[in-house]
């Protein structure tokens, strides 16, 4: 199975990084880190509120499974990375239903190599 990791920011200093599985997004995600996809480059998936190792500073993770790319997405899924740290008690109820995170100002801004 193919396997790559990408960071994305919303703020400097805030880098959220991501694991994907699926060899059409993977290239996907290296079209928007090229320039050559420029309409749908925000980043959408499910939280799963447990760390992950490749994306230590935080206590949630994104479902590999359930990432997409997006151009526009609905308000009820927008939040900033430490907004959900912050309120992830609060997380796949009210705020955030399903567990459906698109953080609508998220900019991939690297590929993560291993140990990187």
């Given at each position: ?70 151009e526009v997405a609905i308000e009820v899924c927008d ?38």
């Amino acid at each position: 199975m193919a396997e790559a990791y990408f960071a994305f920011t919303q703020h400097p200093g805030q880098e959220f990084v991501f694991k994907l599985t699926d060899e059409e997004k993977i290239a996907h995600a290296r079209r928007i880190l090229s320039g050559q996809e420029k309409d749908r480059v925000h980043v959408h998936g499910r939280i799963l509120k447990r760390k992950e190792s490749y994306n230590p500073n935080w206590d949630y993770h994104l479902d590999p499974d359930t990432i997409q790319f997006f151009e526009v997405a609905i308000e009820v899924c927008d939040a900033n990375m430490q907004y959900v740290e912050d309120h992830l008690d609060e997380a796949c109820g009210a705020f955030l239903p399903g567990c459906h995170w698109c953080p609508w100002d998220s900019r991939l801004t690297r590929e993560v190599k291993p140990n990187s």
